[in-house]
């Protein structure tokens, strides 16, 4: 299992740096669960340096799909690598609803990810219209289908999948583990078909709709939930280490 704790536009450096070396200290090695944050891009390699000899994994919210050139404001890949990221969420419900991201430019920036060694986080989603109209399923089909279109991997650990329902985000609404479940199971379909059996039968998914403590343990405990994107609750290190033990007690 995997879980991510994405900051979104939360903390400064000297606030990122303290969070951070607290989780470190209180997940100790936390085997089989890997464990990352994604701070805000200023923080990263301060953050990447604090917790440097700990078990803690580092991942940013974004890059770009070019190496270099005049493209002010991006971060490329190599620059991720370079501070240590292992990890980087693409195509975010919130990167799509405020700075128009599309399934293509997701998808050119997963391929470009891969190429570089890092590990794509893919969000996919629905909005509640969409999944109140009996389309969430179409919807999630498409994003996945174009977000993934000639990437490669190799192995199940090139590549992680984050299934976000939007009505679900910042709303204190979650999806029960029954639709979880389903639409999960519905993208490990997906991810079969076009990475073949073994490779997609291991992909983690990840559930990534206001998962929190009292609600870990039933989430995670379903079969193709393989790990939590978690946003607010990833900001108080007690909150998330105890999602991190409810994965450990799901494996």
């Given at each position: 299992m995997?879980?991510?704790?994405?900051?979104?536009m939360?903390?400064?450096?000297?606030?990122?740096?303290?969070l951070?070396?607290e989780?470190?200290?209180?997940?100790?090695?936390?085997a089989?669960?890997?464990v990352?944050?994604?701070?805000?891009?200023?923080?990263?390699?301060?953050v990447?340096?604090?917790v440097?000899?700990t078990?803690?994994?580092?991942?940013?919210?974004?890059?770009?799909?070019?190496?270099?050139g005049?493209?002010?404001?991006?971060?490329?890949?190599?620059?991720l690598?370079?501070?240590?990221?292992?990890?980087?969420?693409?195509?975010?419900?919130?990167?799509?609803?405020?700075?128009?991201?599309?399934?293509?430019?997701?998808?050119r920036?997963?391929?470009?990810?891969?190429?570089h060694?890092?590990?794509?986080?893919?969000?996919?989603?629905?909005?509640?219209?969409?999944?109140?109209a009996?389309h969430?399923?179409?919807?999630?089909?498409?994003?996945?289908r174009?977000?993934?279109?000639?990437?490669?991997?190799?192995?199940?650990?090139?590549?992680?999948?984050?299934?976000?329902?939007?009505?679900?985000?910042?709303?204190?609404?979650?999806?029960s583990?029954?639709?979880?479940q389903?639409?999960?199971?519905?993208?490990?379909?997906?991810?079969?078909?076009?990475?073949?059996?073994?490779?997609?039968?291991?992909?983690?998914?990840?559930?990534?709709?206001?998962?929190?403590?009292?609600?870990?343990?039933?989430?995670?405990?379903?079969?193709?939930?393989?790990?939590?994107?978690i946003?607010?609750?990833s900001?108080?290190?007690?909150?998330?280490?105890?999602?991190?033990?409810?994965?450990?007690?799901?494996?």
């Amino acid at each position: 299992m995997l879980i991510a704790g994405n900051w979104k536009m939360h903390t400064d450096v000297g606030s990122a740096v303290e969070l951070a070396r607290e989780i470190a200290g209180d997940i100790g090695n936390p085997a089989p669960v890997k464990v990352a944050v994604c701070p805000p891009a200023v923080n990263l390699s301060e953050v990447a340096r604090a917790v440097n000899e700990t078990a803690l994994r580092i991942g940013a919210q974004n890059m770009f799909f070019e190496e270099h050139g005049a493209f002010t404001g991006e971060i490329a890949p190599t620059m991720l690598t370079a501070v240590g990221c292992r990890y980087v969420i693409l195509g975010h419900s919130e990167r799509r609803q405020y700075f128009g991201e599309m399934d293509e430019t997701v998808n050119r920036k997963a391929r470009k990810a891969v190429e570089h060694g890092l590990v794509p986080i893919v969000c996919v989603g629905e909005h509640l219209k969409e999944r109140e109209a009996g389309h969430a399923v179409d919807v999630v089909t498409r994003q996945v289908r174009a977000a993934l279109a000639g990437v490669i991997v190799a192995r199940p650990d090139d590549l992680v999948v984050a299934y976000e329902p939007v009505w679900a985000i910042g709303t204190g609404r979650t999806a029960s583990p029954d639709q979880a479940q389903e639409m999960h199971a519905h993208i490990r379909v997906l991810l079969r078909d076009q990475f073949g059996g073994a490779v997609g039968g291991a992909i983690e998914i990840l559930y990534g709709g206001s998962m929190k403590p009292g609600n870990a343990a039933e989430l995670l405990g379903q079969k193709d939930v393989d790990g939590g994107l978690i946003g607010g609750a990833s900001l108080n290190a007690d909150s998330f280490v105890s999602i991190v033990e409810a994965a450990k007690n799901a494996v």
